[in-house]
Nanobody, 124 residues
Framework: QVQLVESGGGLVRAGDSLRLSCAAS????????MGWFRQAPGKEREFVAR????????TYADSVKGRFTISRDNAKNTVYLQMNSLKPEDTAVYYC?????????????????WGKGTLVTVSS
């Protein structure tokens, strides 16, 4: 059974940094593209970032480009999201995602597995 467990969320101030982690209990985690999505109250879940199997391919939403960095450590079956220069509009529940289809993980419909989410709150 596949499990994705996020950690690292919390309450920070605007301009602060935070690093999210996602531990994956997938037998061949290195075969999955991994990503992060977020969902703010009253809004739809949106794509934040993705990383390919080897970690060389990364894609970001325009709203986080230059501030967020996604990375992965396949030896630890863990994916990270380093978030710098946080803004109040980054407040959301952040979800880890996994997919066998790297090209599809930029939309919720392309995700095969979801974590339960971790809350990030950025105060002004």
């Amino acid at each position: 059974q596949v499990q994705l467990v996020e950690s690292g969320g919390g309450l920070v101030r605007a301009g602060d940094s935070l690093r999210l982690s996602c531990a994956a209990s997938i037998r061949t985690a290195s075969s999955y593209a991994m990503g992060w999505f977020r969902q703010a109250p009253g809004k739809e879940r949106e794509f934040v970032a993705r990383i390919g199997w080897t970690g060389t391919i990364t894609t970001y939403a325009d709203s986080v480009k230059g501030r967020f960095t996604i990375s992965r450590d396949n030896a630890k079956n863990t994916v990270y999201l380093q978030m710098n220069s946080l803004k109040p509009e980054d407040t959301a529940v952040y979800y880890c995602a996994a997919s066998t289809r790297t090209w599809a993980i930029t939309t919720p419909g392309g995700v095969d597995y979801w974590g339960k989410g971790t809350l990030v709150t950025v105060s002004s």
